[in-house]
């Protein structure tokens, strides 16, 4: 793995995978600012495939198409991401669309986009399990940009001009810190060229901060979603907890594991599913944002079950509390967590996406190595101490019934 920067400081890495068939590409840019509406930067997304100033929207897709170029922009809240995968042959004549997409687009195709946009938020929330996560996380990050969601954007769709969609792109292209992770078999000195080709006169702020600060959780909330036709009850209740930069952090990442995540074998399937037989799917997750993480347990159940099972939750979050865990399931859950990591940058597609988003947020493009070891060094002690720290009180709940 070789890590430079462009001449305009854009930190990048290339991983040389040999014979390998196809080059991957990320490129991550960092959002700063709040948008000016909910949506804003959703339907910028959208539209940056939808044309440039060389191609509109027909000759792009046809291109990419003829080529068998893979082509992926898409948004998370703390950073704007293109994806590219194509042939090592045809990588650079990727590079070359990437770079007309990344500086020429046009946005052209606005009025038709957000009609389109509309229809489908309608639609994924006419799923129980979109609509209730919709209104808990809604809730978790109360008037905070983290917050912004479908049901958010719809209510702002009508609010947001094409004006604002240019303006908030070029605000991003002109003040956002960048980074650029490549995996493929190509020879190191040809990536670095065609990179600097390229992108060497982007502007790029390496120091770039976030104005808005981090979401704070400082009371029980509870809210209640209403499905007429519903056939179960949904239920999530969550924490905010640490983030990647935090200490505890791969502490949180073992109990994720040992009480939902870890499927047939974690504590909640075990005790709610198997054993009281209240529902077919339990879980939980740790969703990881840049300046928060949020942990969340979920089920599926009949609505007779509701307060059954958040009374189950409260024992199984009680246990880790106040019973040490044995070294056999902190063992197996640190497996777990290894294997995982595994299948999920077995690509070059998934490995470049991982350096890339890594590097975005501050940390080393190589960073899981170092994750790994803090993994590793998590004691049933640790797992006792994290859990009374962060499952307080101060916790949302949030449950869709008909």
């Not at 129980?128 to 808990?136: G, T």
């Amino acid at each position: 793995m070789r890590e430079f920067e462009l001449k305009n400081g854009i930190k990048s890495v290339y991983k040389k995978n040999n014979e390998t068939p196809r080059m991957a590409i990320t490129m991550n840019f960092s959002i700063n600012e709040e948008e000016k509406f909910a949506g804003v930067y959703s339907l910028m997304t959208r539209l940056l495939l939808q044309g440039t100033e060389k191609y509109n929207n027909e000759e792009l897709a046809k291109i990419l198409d003829e080529n068998g170029i893979e082509l992926i922009a898409d948004m998370k809240q703390d950073y704007l991401r293109f994806r590219l995968l194509c042939l090592n042959e045809d990588f650079p004549k990727a590079i070359e669309l990437l770079e007309e997409i990344v500086k020429k687009s046009t946005f052209k195709e606005f009025e038709k986009e957000k009609i389109k946009m509309r229809g489908e938020l309608i639609a994924e929330l006419d799923s129980a399990r979109l609509k209730v996560s919709d209104a808990f996380v809604k809730t978790v990050y109360e008037n905070h940009y983290y917050g912004h969601t479908y049901t958010n954007i719809l209510e702002s769709l009508d609010s947001i001009t094409q004006e604002d969609v240019i303006n908030s792109y070029k605000r991003i292209l002109s003040t956002s810190k960048k980074v650029i992770a490549v995996v493929g078999s190509i020879e190191e000195e040809d990536v670095i060229n065609l990179l600097e080709k390229h992108f060497d006169d982007l502007e790029n702020n390496n120091n770039a901060k976030k104005t808005y600060t981090s979401p704070v959780l400082d009371r029980e909330k509870r809210t209640e979603v209403i499905k007429e036709d519903a056939q179960q009850a949904q239920i999530l209740q969550g924490w905010l907890v640490p983030t990647y930069k935090e200490e505890d952090y791969p502490v949180m990442l073992v109990i994720n594991t040992i009480l939902g995540a870890s499927g047939l074998s974690s504590r909640l399937f075990r005790e709610l599913r198997e054993k009281k037989g209240l529902a077919y799917t339990v879980r939980t997750s740790c969703e990881i944002k840049e300046l928060a993480a949020l942990f969340s347990i979920y089920i599926a159940t009949e609505p007779s079950n509701i307060d059954t099972c958040l009374k189950g939750f409260k024992e199984e979050i009680d246990k880790i509390k106040t019973e040490l865990v044995s070294e056999e399931e902190i063992r197996s859950a640190k497996n777990n967590i290894y294997g995982k990591h595994q299948f999920i940058v077995e690509t070059n597609f998934q490995q470049s996406t991982s350096m890339a988003y890594y590097g975005i947020i501050g940390l080393p493009f190589g960073y899981y190595e170092t994750m790994h070891e803090k993994i590793n060094n998590v004691t049933p002690e640790q797992v006792m101490e994290c859990a009374n720290k962060y499952f307080t009180d101060n916790t949302v709940i949030t449950i869709l019934h008909p």
